[in-house]
């Protein structure tokens, strides 16, 4: 038995560190999506940076909703926010830091085990410790937002009168600011992710059998692509990209991964 190991790793540090004089963000790139701006870079944290307002939970109750700081359109079974700077009301001043999409580690392993005429190879990466803002659930999880498309299975498990543990707001027509019109921690999930990228057998004829065939090689070979990912992301595919200061780490309903599998024949005469 032979066998090859190759193991790749590493971190990452990325922070805003100076802007220009005045400036403790860039006020000219805070991208929009579907109304929604959910990036801010700013001095401190990393580029592209997600910002919003941070979700403490639904309002359960109208007496919850009146003892609540004055925030527009709040309503039983709506989004509720944090009061960061404790001022009474909730407004622009109440946005804060929300996640990072750098990923802080990520790194592979390869194995390629060989006995006797059998060959196997398998490639497998992850990244850990980005959030990525599901911008997708604006067009599943709300129905105001995009009437006639398709609808999550998730809004099965919506706010309602009987279903008050829920951390999907009440499915209704609609939309205001407590609702599907602000960026927010609903969207901030987990990025990180186990990605099984290349699996792969073969097996060479023994050179007896290749002399019988007036051949010098034959070597026949199965393999699969993107066959298995572990992650806790709800997206289609976790492995977010984008330009980094204006979108990265936003999932907008890209594209994921296809699983592929190929076979073949190696001969050589």
Not at 30 to 39: H, K
Not at 86 to 97: A, C, F, L
Not at 149 to 161: F, G, N, P, Q, Y
């Given at each position: 038995?032979?066998?090859e ?15 220009a004089?005045?400036l403790?963000y860039l ?19 990393s ?5 919003g307002?941070?979700v ?15 925030q ?10 944090a ?27 390869g194995?390629?085990l ?37 609808i ?5 498990d ?7 543990g829920a951390?999907?707001?009440?499915f ?7 609702t599907?019109t ?10 990180s992710?186990?990605?099984l990228?290349n ?6 004829l ?10 010098t ?9 993107n ?16 330009n ?11 594209y994921?991964l296809?699983?592929s ?5 190696n001969?050589?005469?």
């Amino acid at each position: 038995l032979k066998y090859e190991l190759n193991v790749t790793a590493g971190t990452l540090k990325n922070e805003i560190s100076s802007l220009a004089p005045g400036l403790t963000y860039l006020t000219t790139v805070n991208p929009g999506y579907r109304g929604l701006t959910p990036i801010r870079n700013q001095l401190g944290q990393s580029i592209s940076a997600f910002f919003g307002y941070q979700v403490t939970g639904l309002f359960q109750t109208a007496e919850e909703v009146a003892g609540a700081p004055a925030q527009d359109g709040k309503g039983v079974g709506r989004f509720r926010y944090a009061d960061i700077n404790k001022d009474g009301k909730i407004d622009d001043k109440d946005r804060t830091y929300l996640g990072s999409p750098v990923p802080k580690f990520s790194g592979g392993i390869g194995l390629t085990l060989t006995y006797k005429n059998i060959d196997l190879t398998a490639y497998a990466n992850g990244v850990f410790g980005n959030k990525i803002f599901n911008a997708s659930k604006w067009f599943t999880d709300f129905f105001p937002s995009f009437q006639g498309a398709a609808i999550s299975e998730r809004v099965k498990d919506s706010w309602s009168t009987s279903n008050r543990g829920a951390t999907i707001p009440i499915f209704e027509t609609a939309s205001n600011f407590s609702t599907n019109t602000q960026a927010n921690s609903f969207y901030i999930e987990d990025g990180s992710y186990v990605r099984l990228q290349n699996l792969g057998i073969g097996y060479t004829l023994p050179a007896t059998v290749l002399s019988k065939l007036k051949i010098t090689r034959l070597r026949v070979f199965a393999s699969a692509n993107n066959l298995l990912t572990i992650t806790k992301y709800e997206g289609l595919d976790p492995s977010v990209g984008g330009n980094a200061d204006t979108q990265f780490g936003i999932d907008v309903g890209n594209y994921p991964l296809t699983k592929s599998f190929n076979f073949g024949v190696n001969v050589g005469f």
